[in-house]
C-alpha cells in the first residue's frame, strides 16, 4: 500500500509510555540526506533514522518517583516505513508507516528517597517503547 515519503524536517514523535517508565517526551526531526529533493526538501532514506536523537527527556519509572533524565532514539524502523520499491543511491525511501521502535537510554537514573541515606537510583538502563512519524508531505507517496 503506498504511503508518504518522509522529508527532510519531518516531525518525529515518541510515545511517554515506555515500559515501566513515563517519559516526559518532546518531538525530534528526522533530516533528510539524498542528493535529490521534493518541494524543496531532501527524501529521508534508510539510515536517516539512526541521527535521530532527542536529549534531556525527564523520567520517572514505579516508585522512582524523582525524575531522572535520558535521551530518545529509533531503535527500528517498522516494515512499512521501507520502500521497497524506491532506493536512491542503493538505499531505501522512508515511508510515514505507522510505528517504529524506540529506546530511551537512561543518562541520569530516577531515583527514591531512602531516609536517612542516600537516594535509591533506578537500576534499569533503557526502556523501550514506540513512536511514529509525523509527515508534512501530504502528496508524494510511493509503494
Known sequence: MAD???LD???VEFVSRFGDATVVVEPGVIQGTADVSYR???LCLEGDEERVLVEGCRYVSGAFNIAGVGRLKIKRLGANQVSQKMTFKGRHVLLK??????VFEVQQPASQLQPPGRPLLDPV???????NFRSANRDF???
Open 97 to 102: 508507516g505507522h510505528a517504529f521502535e524506540a
Open 9 to 11: 524536517g519531518d516531525q
Open 4 to 6: 508518504f515519503v518522509l
Open 141 to 143: 507517496k510511493t509503494d
Open 125 to 131: 538502563k533503557s526502556y523501550q517503547g514506540q513512536g
Open 40 to 42: 524543496s526538501k531532501s
